[in-house]
């Protein structure tokens, strides 16, 4: 999979943060700013400026860089807000959605508009706060000195002509401007220069300005009351007594243009705004996608789950039918096209869900190439179950935070090089990425083998900041104080991380999902950050069992082999235990009509047929009566509308619309356990209710 | 929610309200109208293994899981019988979606303020906390069920009732 498949998703987020961030802007109250709001702005920016990064996106992720630091400043309380610096933060916001439609249309952002947002807000920063913000720094002077080398040529020459004319006379054209804004802009013309003549109509409204300002300058002021495609500035060569109104090539021949060594596009050279947007746009890229709302899926789901349902009931009435009547061939037709059509139907709409995971993992070597590059490190990426599969809107939201697990992993985490060699690792770091299903949660984790975190740092620094702690908190508590808001050890900001923001962001993203973070670490030894998250809409792939007259699902990656049981390999321990020797192992055995009480079950193990499950390193054999069949089942949730129930994971819906529980491997071991320590008592409700799920740790 | 119902009738202010009516037995009961989401037959439920005996089970409702209380051996009549009078009444309680089988759903009846009795303490099997009150209709009695309480409360063991996450 390549890079650029993400690049539309990070559009698609991108634009989405950023009307965030206008909603929230909007809403912000000046006087009395709402902290979580500033700090969704923030988060929103940090967002960006993240995947900005990842791409390779620089002008815009510089631009959101500075936003960020006096975003920083402004939700810290260092800086006062202001409804005119609000108006600032917007229009960056707007320069912001411009530089990501230019990506998204592959050009080159425009540099001047990066250049002129960057210095306000440098100098928002310097009046407000009195400091430069690190980040691009453009002397305030002269702010269009040194224009990018990655500007194209036609703007370059627009921007030489433009600084060429300043003794000359300009034509300045208004597009459809309204009269009363006609001429606020006149006077502010005037103010400019010598306005030598004027005329038009609204449509098109031309003034002859002599100016020692160039062509951009006058633009930048104009823009604050009309937008940039209404005006149109021309060079006029020599002293033009009339305005002319015909083409702007007139002047271009003799163009006084010293420092213009492109001359070679002409035509281009002498309106400042059509240069830029002359450029053929790429409208294809806009709709290649639409983003429906999760809830909207769920319910296709559903309704074409019944649809299928429905299909099957009637199919069974029609060939009941069919030996009655004569004449109903068509109906038959009919009904088979149905049936394939519903088929169909279904595997599309599930398609729409679920993803493997490698369209998650695949973006890392890059994030990790370009992270470790530039702290200095030597990083090697591994992945494990990439073809895990999870449903589209979790892949969606598990990106972000994974990539910030990522970075802190390599900033934190691993050491340099040397350090690494001095304490006797190899030199080169190890990261993995891995995702497998675990019980009824899906496990992803990142693991290094750096530093490992340190616990009396940890606590020093939670004390610096004021959180409430103690040394007796557990490893797994101080562990995750790094997700405090605010909380950073890092000694400097960087570009990578040490903000404090991330980890925020990382568990917020994730508790939102449903899921949870643990941190497991050594210090010296590494950590492992594992993300636990709920299977809500998972596909499974499951092998289907029969036990009496029940049917239950066994999550196949958990099934490492069946086998008939043979008397002499069945050893009877002290009270009711049942070993079975499999190839020299011993391993427990589980009837499954035991634990979960079923009736009419083969109790006689050698006619039933052992299934050989691994869970948590734990292996043992089931005893269920029938293997039906592989298949996917869509993982329905059992606790929106009951509660968990021990032993199984989770729920789902079989062709015949009869619901079929999944059973959960490790869980089922623990109930086995639970019941035989109960012994012989009756194990009752009460007791039952009272046994909990021991979290995997 | 139910308990500004259970104020407000006992405050006989409230306007007059709808019940659906049902039997268990020879018993009429009712619950409030607007809790219910559908009715349906009593089919394809499935068990779910070590739960109390009057969950049913859970069964499938339009791609969603919903569990099945028996409402019969919950109040531990004699007579638990599945049949084709037996219904399943969808109620929509505390934002979930849970299934009671009866053994007949008759009306819908409005009852006036006035109508509508407060419930004497009494009861081991049917607490009076789960009752907004009795309906008295010339000579039937209703019993009003408070739908919300019963379901979520610890003894129908519907709801987690402490949350480890």
């Known amino acids: 999979m390549d890079i650029a498949d993400f690049f539309d998703t990070f559009f698609e987020e991108a634009e989405e943060l950023l009307s965030d961030m206008e909603q929230h802007l909007l809403e912000l109250d000046v006087d009395d700013p709402d902290s979580e709001q500033l700090n969704a702005i923030f988060r929103a920016a940090h967002s960006i400026k993240g995947g900005a990064g990842t791409f390779g996106f620089t002008v815009l992720q510089k631009t959101t860089h500075i936003l960020e630091n006096l975003l920083d400043y402004a939700r810290k309380g260092e800086l006062t807000l202001r409804a005119d610096l609000v108006d600032t933060f917007l229009e960056a916001k707007d320069i912001m959605h411009e530089q990501l439609d230019a990506y998204r249309s592959e050009e080159e952002p425009n540099q001047e508009a990066f250049e002129r947002i960057c210095q306000t807000l440098q100098q928002i920063a310097l009046d407000e706060i009195g400091q430069q913000l690190d980040g691009p720094t453009i002397p305030a002077a002269e702010p269009k000195a040194a224009p990018a080398p990655s500007e194209n040529d036609a703007q370059a020459n627009s921007n030489n002509n433009a600084g060429a004319s300043s003794n000359g006379h300009l034509l300045v054209a208004l597009l459809n401007v309204e009269d009363k804004d006609r001429i606020l802009l006149v006077e502010e013309l005037e103010q400019l220069g010598e306005v030598q003549s004027q005329s038009g109509d609204a449509k098109r409204y031309e003034v002859v300005l002599k100016s020692s300002d160039s062509a951009d300058d006058i633009e930048a002021v104009m823009c604050f009351i009309i937008e940039p495609d209404q005006i149109e500035i021309t060079v006029v060569e020599g002293v033009a007594a009339e305005p002319t109104p015909a083409e702007p090539e007139v002047s271009t021949p003799a163009a006084p243009a010293p420092q213009a060594p492109a001359e070679s596009t002409p035509s281009k050279a002498n309106t400042t705004k059509p240069a830029a947007k002359e450029k053929p746009k790429k409208a294809a890229a806009e709709s290649s996608s639409i983003r429906v709302s999760v809830d909207k899926v769920d319910q296709i789901i559903n309704l074409v789950g019944e649809l299928i349902i429905t299909q099957s009931m009637l199919d069974q009435t029609v060939s009941d039918l069919e030996d009655q009547s004569v004449g109903n061939a068509s109906l038959q037709n009919g009904m088979s096209l149905l049936q394939r059509n519903a088929r169909d139907l279904q595997e599309a709409v599930m398609s729409i869900r679920m993803i493997p995971m490698e369209f998650v993992f695949s973006r890392f070597p890059r994030v990790v190439r370009d992270t470790a590059g530039k702290l200095g490190k030597e990083i090697e990426l591994i992945t494990e179950g990439k073809s895990t599969e999870l449903d589209k809107s979790l892949v969606e939201r598990i990106t972000d935070p994974l990539t910030h697990l990522v970075r802190n992993s390599l900033d934190h985490g691993v050491e340099m090089p040397d350090v690494r060699e001095a304490i006797g690792k190899p030199r080169i770091g190890k990261l993995t990425l891995s995702a497998r299903h675990q019980g009824g949660n899906i496990l992803i984790e990142v693991r290094d083998d750096g530093a490992g975190m340190d616990r009396d740092r940890l606590l020093a620094k939670a004390r610096e900041n004021g959180l409430n702690v103690s040394d007796t908190m557990s490893d797994e508590e101080v562990f995750q104080l790094i997700f405090a808001p605010g909380f950073s050890t890092a000694n400097e900001v960087t570009d990578v991380s040490g903000r404090g923001v991330g980890m925020d962001v990382v568990k917020r993203n994730i508790q939102s999902m449903g899921g949870r973070v643990e941190i497991q670490s050594k210090l010296g030894e590494g950590t492992n950050t594992r993300i636990v998250l709920p299977l809500t809409l998972a596909i499974l792939d499951g092998m289907s069992i029969k036990v009496g007259g029940e049917t239950f699902i066994l999550p196949l990656s958990t099934v490492l082999e069946s086998l008939q049981p043979a008397k002499d390999d069945m050893y009877a321990m002290a009270g009711d235990d049942v070993v079975i020797k499999v190839r020299d192992e011993y391993l427990p055995v589980i009837a499954i009509h035991e634990v979960l009480n079923v009736e009419n079950a083969i109790t006689d193990p050698t006619k039933s047929i052992a299934v050989i499950v691994q869970g948590e390193g734990r292996r043992y054999a089931m005893l269920v009566d029938e293997l039906i069949g592989q298949q996917q089942v869509v993982v329905k949730n059992l606790e929106d509308n009951y509660r968990k129930v021990p032993g199984i994971s989770a729920a789902t819906i079989l062709g015949d619309g009869s619901v079929a529980l999944i059973l959960d491997i490790t869980g089922l071991h623990r109930l086995s356990r639970y019941k035989k320590e109960a012994g012989k008592k009756v194990v009752n409700n009460q007791n039952l209710s009272s046994f909990k799920e021991a979290e995997p740790s | ?165």
């Open chain 2, 1 to 165: 929610m139910s308990q500004a119902n259970n104020g407000a009738v006992l405050a006989a202010e409230a306007e007059n309200r709808e019940f659906l009516v049902f039997s268990l037995g020879d018993e009429e009961y009712a619950i409030d109208i607007l809790k219910v989401q559908e009715i349906r037959g009593y089919e394809n439920v499935t068990r779910i293994a070590n739960a109390p005996e009057f969950i049913k089970g859970v069964t499938n409702l339009r791609g969603v899981i919903v569990p099945i209380v028996d409402l019969r051996i919950k109040f531990h009549f004699d007579k638990v019988e599945y049949g084709g009078q037996t219904v399943v009444i969808v109620v929509n309680v505390a934002d979930r979606v849970v299934g009671i089988v009866v053994d007949g759903v008759s009306d819908v009846m409005t009852l006036t303020p006035d109508q509508i009795k407060p419930a004497p303490e009494f009861g081991v099997t049917l607490s009076s906390d789960f009752l907004s009150g009795l309906g008295s209709l010339d000579d039937r009695m209703l019993v009003l069920v408070d739908i919300d309480k019963l379901l979520t409360s610890d003894e129908m063991a519907l709801v987690e009732s402490t949350s480890n996450h």
